[in-house]
């Protein structure tokens, strides 16, 4: 496949069920009229059409330290999807994350910008795995971007 090719499914953050972890990120709230839209986009948008499940979970805020947690509505990867990519090395995934993009942009700025976002927001969140793709996708990049200048010069 030609670079960002939108015939090659990309990666984005997937969550999985366990009952034991704990997951960094954000979470919207909605309120009056914007409610039934939101669950009828997001409805359509994940579950629908992305094959997700649907749960309920405890979403504790950051900035709000003793208070009790509030219920959030989260989507969890199921491998039904046809388009689930299941669990692959940090290369693998950085190799599949290079050749991929789609209406929404190409797969790198969304990797990108999602380890910016973990650095910035949740620093005290330590995801080796998904600073490890990056470091992957980084390393592989100078490859794929070269010139017949560049070829000469070595």
């Not at 979970?57 to 989507?75: C, M, N, R, S, T």
């Not at 999602?114 to 990049?141: G, N, T, V």
Request: hydrophobic share 40%.
């Amino acid at each position: 496949f030609p670079l960002g090719s939108p015939s090659q499914p990309g990666r984005v953050v997937t969550l999985l069920e366990d009952c034991g972890a704990c997951t960094w990120g954000v979470a919207y709230e909605v309120r009056g009229e914007q409610i039934a839209a939101s669950l009828q986009y997001l409805n359509m948008r994940e579950a629908v059409l992305g094959g997700y499940d649907t749960k309920l979970v405890k979403f504790h805020p950051q900035e709000k330290d003793g208070e009790e947690p509030i219920l959030a509505l989260v989507y969890i990867a199921t491998p039904q999807n046809p388009s689930y990519l299941g669990p692959a090395s940090e290369e693998d995934i950085a190799a599949q994350i290079i050749v991929s993009s789609g209406c929404a942009g190409h797969n790198i700025e969304y990797l990108l910008r999602l380890a910016d976002f973990m650095r910035y927001f949740c620093p005290q969140a330590e995801d080796k795995h998904l600073f490890s793709i990056e470091e992957a996708l980084i390393s592989i990049l100078p490859c794929l971007y070269y010139t017949e200048d560049s070829l000469e010069e070595t």
